[in-house]
């Protein structure tokens, strides 16, 4: 997507407003994500590729066996939030009790992860 190295020439290409392609190049930002890699360095045949490798040595690695403990894949999503791939949403309610009870959504914070 971008040929320049320089971040202010890489901005100014980005979000030059008066050229008539600026909607699809932004929507074109919007799904590749915010990663550096895929938005500065690869092509767009080879995203879904550097994606499914990005996942597989990130995230899956370490969370295959489904019997770990719960402390184990609280500790992991504690990293990973920690380390902005998701965010994690807690549920928010008047009655402390539901607050306890209810299960908090997980969000994935990048749109590219979700190609």
Same mark, same amino acid.
């Given at each position: ?8 020439k ?11 392609? *600026?909607?699809?190049r &932004?929507?074109e930002r919007?799904? !590749? ?7 500065? =360095? @690869? ?32 500790? *992991?999503?504690?990293? &990973?939030?920690?380390?902005?791939? !998701?965010?994690?949403?807690?549920p928010?309610?008047? =009655? @402390?009790?539901k ?17």
């Amino acid at each position: 997507m971008f040929t320049e190295e320089d971040p202010k020439k890489v901005l100014n290409q980005l979000f030059n407003r008066s050229s008539t392609d *600026y909607i699809e190049r &932004l929507m074109e930002r919007v799904l !590749i994500g915010g990663y550096p890699e895929p938005c500065l =360095n @690869i092509s767009r045949e080879n995203l879904p590729l550097w994606f499914e490798n990005y996942r597989e040595t990130y995230i899956n690695r370490d969370i295959r066996d489904l019997e770990l403990p719960l402390s184990t894949l609280r500790r *992991y999503a504690t990293m &990973l939030e920690q380390t902005y791939q !998701i965010q994690i949403l807690y549920p928010y309610y008047i =009655n @402390i009790g539901k607050r306890l009870v209810k299960t908090p959504k997980i969000y994935i914070t990048d749109t590219g992860m979700l190609n």
